[in-house]
């Protein structure tokens, strides 16, 4: 399309979108243009009964007997080999459990164990320096009790900070401020010819962008439940660990379900072979149930082209909304983070303006186009607006809707409005 789409050609590109039945497995709210899947995905229809039979049948009448009956006990393994399927594993290599945070401290961990034993000269974790807060700070607690050192780069200085004495690479595959994304393969293939294990956090990837992590070469991996996997607030997380290294160290938090037998009740630990080790204590079912019910839309599109169609739908959208920023909002003083090549992009649109970004994400939603505002450094990491673009339930005629009304809140000036400017706790 060289020039400009219009609502009609939008409406008609959903009416021809393969995938545009996956919408109705959700329950989207009337009036809501919902660009905020990358930071907390819908309800699938489907969670509301299943999680209501979780609780008053398999809680409220069969009680403890469900660990058995309902399969609560190994829901953390059985949740895993679904998420496995969209992240390139394979079935028994990945759990669902815990948060992102807690995950990575575990991979993390298990990287420098192995690290020491294999190169003990090593001192450095390397990352970037606008990686997602929380890995930063779980990397730097760890490198002060381990005596690490942590690195952070500006992604264009990644490579050759590449060194020998980098223990572990701890990247998030898909930026979350930005939305670019990293070549996790070409990466760890760099990584690895210095000796150097890699750590990808998929907070931004898993559900958004094809992986493939048994082919990427990736040592570990650790994901969020509640982003585009739509596993609801709080969703567990989980982990993949590459099979050669599973088996080779405890992770620091061994409780008892990650003990190979954690009904002997033996007073000493064994860990569990495989994945399973990387579990803690007793996970929470109720949260499992929800996000069981995400990966079940989630994988509902593999009869539609799974991931491959997906992506062609993601990158089709957010280069949509790119073409409409460029043409529809010029002069408006925005720029765009994300990058514009395909390749380098994951299922998000930046933008940036020097002032007035929260304001203007504030002024959207009350018009009901919800995205999502973050904060620069006042430096080189400006401002963001996010919009996330989940393909499993956007289609093209929000993507023109959202940008207009984005037009008219800069054409009006109603972004300038006192209202838009307080700050709520959560932006
Ligand atoms: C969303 C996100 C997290 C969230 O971590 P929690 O432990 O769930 O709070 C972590 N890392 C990245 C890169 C994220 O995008």
């Not at 990352?127 to 009790?145: G, H, M, Q, V, W």
């Not at 919800?370 to 080189?380: K, L, T």
């Amino acid at each position: 399309m060289n020039l400009t789409p219009t609502l009609q050609d939008c409406e008609l590109l959903d009416l021809q979108d393969p995938l545009r039945s996956l919408r109705q497995q959700f329950d989207l709210p009337p009036g809501v243009i919902y660009l905020d899947g990358n930071s907390l995905g819908v309800l699938p229809k489907t969670v509301p009964a299943r999680v209501a039979h979780a609780v008053t049948h398999e809680w409220g009448t069969d009680l403890i007997k469900s660990w058995n009956s309902a399969g609560w006990f190994n829901l953390p393994q059985r949740v895993g080999d679904k998420i496995a399927r969209v992240i390139g594993a394979q079935p028994g290599e990945v759990i669902a459990a815990d948060s992102t945070s807690i995950n990575l401290f575990k991979v993390l961990a298990a990287a420098l164990h192995i690290a020491k034993a294999d190169h003990p000269h090593k001192t450095k974790i390397v990352s970037e320096r606008s990686n997602f807060p929380t890995d930063l700070y779980i990397a730097e607690a760890l490198c002060k009790e381990r005596g690490y050192s942590l690195q952070l780069v500006e992604a264009e200085d990644l490579v050759a900070a590449l060194q020998a004495d980098v223990a572990v690479l701890m990247l998030t595959h898909v930026n979350y401020r930005t939305g670019a994304m990293h070549n996790m393969q070409a990466i760890t293939a760099i990584a690895h010819a210095q000796g150097i294990l890699t750590v990808w956090d998929l907070a931004h990837s898993a559900g958004a962008v094809p992986v493939d992590l048994k082919g990427s070469g990736a040592d570990f991996a650790v994901g969020c439940g509640y982003k585009y996997l739509n596993g609801g607030p709080g969703a567990p997380a989980f982990v993949w660990v590459r099979p050669q290294h599973t088996d080779r160290f405890w992770q620091p938090l061994a409780g008892w379900w990650g003990h190979a037998a954690p009904f002997a009740f033996t007073p000493d630990y064994q860990p569990a072979q495989g994945i399973t080790r990387y579990q803690c204590g007793t996970q929470p079912i109720l949260s499992l149930t929800a996000l069981d019910c995400g990966l079940d839309a989630f994988l509902a599109a593999e009869v539609l082209g799974g991931m491959a169609a997906l992506r062609q739908k993601s990158l089709a959208l957010t280069g949509l909304f790119m073409q409409l920023v460029r043409t529809r909002l010029h002069g408006h003083g925005f720029g765009i983070a994300t990058p514009a090549e395909e390749a380098l992009r994951g299922s998000q649109v930046s933008l940036t303006r020097t002032e007035g970004a929260y304001a203007i994400v504030q002024a959207l939603i009350a018009r009901g186009v919800i995205g999502d505002f973050r904060a620069g450094d006042g430096g080189q990491h400006p401002d963001i607006l996010r919009f996330g673009f989940t393909p499993l339930y956007v289609g093209y005629a929000d993507v023109w809707q959202a940008a207009e009304h984005l037009c008219q809140v800069m054409q009006s000036g109603e972004w300038q409005d006192a209202r838009f400017a307080q700050k709520n706790a959560v932006t």
